[in-house]
């Protein structure tokens, strides 16, 4: 799904996103977490999922993060920027990556049942939209994939 290679800082900022993702188990969100680094390498925006904790069904972490970035540059454009998220976004988020012209997406987790930047789809490189975006993949993917699996195998459990 993707064919690209990884940056030297990739890692280390998936590792934020990872540290977003936990503190969403605090409000039993389902734990995904997100950051966005402007070019020059400064961490703009992060969000985490807060679908339940603000009883909003937009609050995933990719748009939080959106938001905050787009605040903290005085500008919905984020030409240039990055976006680390630990599961890879679904249609909603892709959508708005696309619209807010972020550069490129390094995701950890694949998304084999909502994903849209490779899996189920590929909103953010479809020829038909005004933009594309680069997508990375697998960055530190199983530690993503374990913490939303043991998420899930906790709630099964109850």
Request: include cysteine.
């Amino acid at each position: 799904m993707s064919g690209l290679t990884v940056a030297p800082d990739d890692a280390a900022r998936m590792g934020l996103a990872l540290d977003e993702a936990r503190a969403c188990l605090a409000t039993g969100d389902v734990p995904v977490g997100c950051v966005i680094v402007g070019p020059d390498g400064e961490v703009l925006g992060a969000g985490r999922n807060r679908r339940e904790a603000d009883h909003d069904p937009t609050a995933h972490a990719e748009v939080l993060a959106l938001r905050a970035a787009s605040a903290s540059l005085g500008a919905w454009r984020l030409d240039g920027c990055t976006l680390y998220v630990t599961l890879e976004p679904c249609p909603m988020c892709a959508g708005a990556i696309v619209l807010s012209r972020l550069d490129r997406v390094v995701l950890g987790a694949w998304d084999d049942k909502a994903g849209a930047t490779g899996t189920v789809w590929d909103l953010v490189r479809d020829r038909r939209v005004n933009h594309r975006v680069e997508v990375v993949g697998g960055v530190r993917e199983g530690e993503c994939a374990a913490l939303l699996l043991d998420f899930f195998a906790g709630r099964r459990d109850r």
